[in-house]
């Protein structure tokens, strides 16, 4: 049967960032096909009917996701509807590995370590899904904003969510919710507001945060013991060549994600390669220096590599004016976002009640 190849729907990057020399912008987003492709397939005139009914099921779900993301991307409310759900997402999430570590599947720790690891890029992730409007990363930094009250709310006793306890605290008191998982959720609304997709360094931040972090603890508490850091017994060479591995390979990911869906110029792959590994192995020092009592985890080492990579992975002047300018306009209809995060944030206090 023959392919429609014509017609396809081509998303446009949001932001307009200009092409300078030596870089290359990727202003080819992914190319969808157009649902008009999906009608026209007699499936009774195939030889194969299993065949025919397997490629109409699979045209009908590609048709409805296609309908679904441009109905989303048409919508006056998309950026309520993602935050929504990445709100309603997040508490599941974190209710299913309090689910996998209560019933024996996972270990605590290392659900707990699992939800550090995997929420951080999960919520970066739908950061694509927003609009290109000025005021959508204020709307998307209302997630982690809403899990901070969560957070504050329980870790001080204002709400009881045993739940929430056991999936992010070490011990199951309460006020560790206080400390790590707090500064977390801070890192992640700094990351939205200040770098948002615009430039990789929130990225870079957030992948050495849990894709660096998270590994080092989970590979370290299995494979670290024997070989301790000369200058850190609590800390091993393990543990940091995980960092190091999943730092680096959560940031080239992500990077590589949103320079292809064209929200910021790709980096010539030798740069890249050899920048993220410097700012890698930055992180990966600064975590393994015995200053956690003056300086939590989840706040040293996005910060340095923050920094890092807004000085060795900078963007063209053109798009980080346009990155200043959106932010500037997105502080106009700040009051607007407040009425969201209320509601949404009535809306969750509802859930949490509810799991009582
Ligand atoms: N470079 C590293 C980092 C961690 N670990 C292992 O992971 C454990 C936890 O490390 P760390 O993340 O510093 O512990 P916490 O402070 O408990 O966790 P968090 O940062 O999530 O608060 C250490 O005891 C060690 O066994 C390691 O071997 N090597
Ligand atoms: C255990 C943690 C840190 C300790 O170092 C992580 C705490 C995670 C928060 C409780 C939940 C954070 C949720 C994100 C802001 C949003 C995720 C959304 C996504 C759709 C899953």
């Known amino acids: 049967m023959a392919r429609c190849a014509a017609a396809p729907l081509v998303v446009t990057p949001p932001n307009g960032a200009a092409t300078a020399a030596g870089w290359r912008l990727a202003r080819r987003g992914p190319v969808l096909p157009a649902p008009a492709c999906v009608t026209a397939r007699p499936a009774a005139a195939s030889p194969v009917p299993h065949a025919a009914s397997t490629a109409l099921v699979h045209d009908v779900v590609k048709a409805v996701g296609v309908e679904f993301v441009g109905a989303l991307a048409a ?27 209560a019933n024996g599947t996972l270990e605590q720790k290392l659900s707990r370590k699992l ?42 006793g204002l709400l009881s969510d045993p739940g929430l306890v056991n999936s992010v605290s070490r011990s199951g008191d309460r006020t560790e919710l206080l400390k790590g998982p707090l500064f977390y959720v801070v890192t992640l609304v700094a990351a939205t507001v200040l770098c948002w997709r615009d430039n990789p360094a929130g990225l870079i931040a957030v992948s ?42 959560m940031s080239y990911g992500l990077i590589s994600l949103f320079c292809s869906l064209g929200f910021f110029a790709c980096y010539p792959p ?29 706040v040293s080492v996005p910060g340095v590599a923050a920094a890092l990579s807004l000085v060795l992975l900078p963007q063209p002047a053109e798009a980080a004016a346009a990155a200043v300018a959106s932010a500037a306009a997105a502080v106009v209809p700040v009051a607007a976002a407040g009425v969201a995060a209320t509601a949404v944030a009535a809306a969750a206090a509802g859930s949490v009640s509810l799991s009582l």
């Open 115 to 156: 939800v550090h690891t995997t929420t951080g890029p999960i919520f970066v992730v739908t950061w694509a899904l927003f609009s290109a409007n000025p005021t959508a990363r204020l709307l998307a930094a209302v997630v982690p904003m809403l899990n901070f009250m969560r957070l504050f709310a329980v870790g001080t």
């Open 75 to 101: 919508s006056p409310y998309r950026d309520y509807y993602v935050l929504a759900g990445a709100a309603v997402g997040a508490v599941v999430w974190v209710k299913l590995f309090d689910y996998l570590a």
């Open 270 to 298: 030798a740069a890249l390669y050899g920048c993220l590994g410097a700012i890698a192995l930055a992180a990966t020092v600064v975590e393994s220096l015995p200053i956690n009592k003056w300086v939590d985890d989840n």
């Open 208 to 249: 050495m945060m849990c894709g660096g972090d998270g590994l080092a603890d989970i590979v370290g508490r299995r494979l670290g013991r024997g070989n301790p850091l000369p200058y850190n017994s609590a800390k091993s060479v393990a543990g940091s060549v995980a960092m190091l591995v999943g730092g680096y390979g």
